[in-house]
């Protein structure tokens, strides 16, 4: 059923039918689904290095927030490591001291 729908995903643009090869149709339900549950395998020695070292990991959508005391090499060590387990996840992250909430830092 999801090899049905990954690959039938048909759209229109200025007049012409296209099939989207790579990936999953933007706003689906399903799509959505079957990325977090990708994403739950990917990211679980994230987390389990989080819980072991007492830190906070929370990520909604595609959107992470952690916390950390490792210097900033070791964090963009760990962070390069996990980029590599899959080319087509693309990490980008900023390292700071502060974090903006609500418009407030």
Do not use: C
């Amino acid at each position: 059923m999801a090899r049905l729908v990954l690959d039938t995903n048909i759209f229109v643009y200025e007049k012409t039918h296209y099939r989207q090869i790579r990936g999953g149709a933007m706003g689906s339900t399903f799509t959505q689904t079957l990325a977090n549950i990708y994403m739950l395998d990917w990211e679980q020695q994230l987390i389990h290095d989080q819980q072991v070292d007492q830190e906070i990991y929370g990520r909604y959508i595609d959107d992470v927030f952690m916390t950390t005391n490792l210097t900033h090499d070791q964090l963009k060590a760990k962070l390069e490591n996990a980029h590599s387990k899959d080319p087509n996840i693309r990490i980008s992250y900023s390292i700071q001291s502060t974090i903006d909430f609500l418009d407030v830092n």
